[in-house]
Structures are given as C-alpha cells and as structure tokens.
C-alpha cells in the first residue's frame, strides 16, 4: 500500500520563528511536491522537486524554500513564519506521468 | 498555461439523488485530467483519471466522468448518492509532456441532505 507521511497533523508556531515540514514517501517516485489549500483558492503549488537536490519553484514560492537531500524525502521550510502562512500543507508523490498520491496534510497555524 | 475552472463551490443533493459536479479547463496542449476527493481531515484520495483512450471513465465508489474535448470538460458524475460522499472534490489538470505539474481547481463542497 502506498504512503506519503507528513511529520505533524497539528503544529502551532510563533511569527518569526523557523518552521520544517517533513514530508517521506516509501514509493520510491521520483517526484515530490508541495502544496498549501486555502478556502476557495484549491491547492496552489509551493514548490516541486523531480530528482534529489533539484528543486523548481511552483506558483507561490515567496516566503518557502525546499530541501530533498534523499529520494525518499522533501522537506518545506519558512524561514521566518508569518500570519498569512497559517494553511493547510499538503505533500505529494508521482512516478513520472501519472497520479499523484498524497499525503494526510499538516495544519500549519502561525500566531 | 493551464487552468481549471470549477463553477460550483457548493452543491447540496438529497440522498439517492443523482449529481454533476462539473470541471472545465483551459490547455493549448493535450492534457491529463483527474478528480479527487478529500474527506474531512484527511488527504485527496484519487477517485479516476483520464490519460488516454475511452472518453468515459469509471473510478472508485461508483464515480464516472467524461472527458469532452469540444466543451473541454470533465464533468464528474454519480447516479445515486450516499451520505458518505459528503467531501471536497477537485477536478486537476496536467501536461503529459511538461513537467508533472498538476493545476487544480478551486474544489466543489458536496454535501448530502438525508
């Protein structure tokens, strides 16, 4: 059975603090993806990474950056969390070509 | 560029009623398209895709859409509804030649009235 596990369901953060997001998948797909979902705006890409140590940028990068140092894992990173950030962060897995498998989401609230 | 636009952001239906929620997009190339669902508090879960082939496609808990290129759409539609349905539905699109990005619309609330 596939899987994509994200560190935490809940995480509540202070404005300016570092925050990670740790996101693992046991498929072995080359692609890894990260989203944030917002009431009425869907799922907006935050970046993307299709190899280790590569990374694209997706719709709404400003504020986020991205580290996948091994195939299995890809890391979300706000350097310094702000208000607007408070979201629903959604991770995601794809062989090439196809589906994408998902995992459970963090609900990420910044004060 | 791709997009996806989803009309509808709620849609209440009577148990055992048929539904359409309905999906449009906008490509200037061939496209992926996909639907999924995501119920309260948890992840999307892929309820059917169209890659190639047959214009009709079944998914899983009794969904089909249809994939018309004239119209450019994929509609998503169930002939019977169950309480269990109630969930967020999003229609995606992608470029099997790009870069396996998926575009996704805003979503569609199906909500179940007893």
């Known amino acids: 059975d596939v899987k994509v596990t994200q560190s935490s369901r809940y995480l509540v953060k202070r404005t300016g603090e570092k925050v990670f997001l740790e996101c693992v998948q046991d498929m072995d797909h080359e692609n890894m993806f990260w989203y944030r979902q917002d009431p009425g705006l869907g799922l907006r890409l935050i970046y993307f990474s299709y190899d280790v140590k590569m990374k694209e940028k997706g719709d709404i990068p400003e504020g986020y950056s991205v580290s996948r140092e091994k195939k299995e894992r890809f890391s979300l990173i706000l350097e310094s969390a702000s208000t607007n950030q408070t979201s629903m962060y959604l991770c995601?897995?794809?062989?090439?070509?196809?589906?994408?498998?998902f995992g459970p989401g963090t609900r990420l609230t910044v004060l | 560029a791709q997009s996806v636009t989803q009309l509808d952001s709620q849609v209440p239906v009577f148990e055992e009623a048929p539904v359409e929620l309905r999906c449009n997009y906008s490509s200037s190339v061939s496209v992926y398209l996909f639907w999924y669902v995501q119920y309260p508090n948890q992840g999307l879960q892929l309820l059917l895709k169209y890659l190639s082939g047959s214009t009709l496609v079944k998914g899983i808990n009794g969904f089909e859409a249809e994939f018309n290129k004239s119209q450019t759409s994929f509609h998503l539609r169930k002939p019977s509804v169950h309480i269990s349905d109630t969930a967020e539905y999003f229609c995606a699109v992608s470029d099997p030649f790009g870069n396996e990005k998926l575009t996704f619309g805003t979503g569609t609330r199906l909500t179940i009235i007893p």
């Open positions: 995601a897995s794809s062989p090439d070509g196809d589906e994408q498998f």
